[in-house]
């Protein structure tokens, strides 16, 4: 069955330390993909999306993610954590030629240690 | 403020009542979509439209549920006797397709409670 996995329901990091997020999609083909930040009670925000290309995005408040065709996965990374980047973060896809409707991934809830 | 804005913001009714939503798309955007998240969940497709073309449901969509966009501008979603299962948040998106791809925008969502 097609599915997104975000296999870490809770993360907790040290403000300042590194952060990745992981997200891994089971298509037959390579999906649009999108990672969402959704803080309590708030709709979601698009942090960054991949449609084709360079395997590296950038995207805001300093997150980036890797899409990696071999592991079907896509990643998000922060290289250093601030305490307002606690909140819940999704992965989402849209199946190429299949529709636009996003496939949302559980979920990661981040939470941030000073 | 040019988002997607969406009213209430909040809804407590009783079980058996009939609650409608009201969605309000980013106003270039020709594509407006309905989500249902639950708790500790991921947010799930209901449906969506092009202009006022309603163009996929999904089966979570049961026969009380009702979606409209008369002019092709903001959309309502509408929920006939309502059940304690209804109790979510309800999210609307609005996209427009550019290049090779489309990014859909959220708005900050209704939440109700069903009591």
């Known amino acids: 069955a097609q599915s997104v996995t975000q296999p870490d329901i809770h993360i907790t990091v040290s403000e300042g330390a590194s952060l990745e997020l992981r997200c891994n999609y089971s298509?037959?083909?390579?999906?649009?993909l999108f990672w969402y930040v959704q803080s309590p009670g708030q709709g979601l925000q698009l942090l960054l999306k991949?449609?084709?290309?360079?395997?590296l995005v950038q995207g805001i408040k300093g997150f980036e993610a890797e899409f990696k065709r071999s592991q079907s996965s896509f990643n998000l990374r922060k290289p250093s954590v601030h305490w307002s980047d606690a909140a819940e973060y999704f992965c989402?896809?849209?199946?190429?030629?299949?529709?636009?409707?996003?496939?949302f991934g559980t979920g990661t809830q981040l939470k941030v240690e000073l | 403020d040019t988002g997607v804005s969406q009213d209430p913001r909040h809804k407590i009714t009783k079980r058996g009542q009939n609650v409608t939503f009201r969605c309000d798309p980013i106003s270039e955007h020709n594509r407006l979509y309905w989500y249902r998240q639950t708790l500790g969940q991921g947010p799930e497709f209901l449906t969506y439209f092009q202009n006022e073309a309603q163009l996929e449901k999904s089966r979570l969509l049961s026969d009380r549920f009702s979606a409209e966009r008369p002019k092709g501008s903001f959309s309502t979603l509408e929920i006939q006797r309502t059940e304690q299962g209804d109790s979510a948040m309800y999210l609307c998106?609005?996209?427009?397709?550019?290049?090779?791809?489309?990014?859909?925008?959220f708005g900050p969502g209704t939440r109700l409670l069903v009591l």
């Open positions: 998106a609005s996209s427009a397709k550019t290049g090779n791809g489309e990014t859909q925008y």
């Open positions: 991949y449609f084709s290309g360079d395997t």
């Open positions: 989402a896809v849209v199946l190429t030629g299949g529709g636009n409707k996003l496939t």
């Open positions: 298509y037959g083909a390579t999906p649009y």
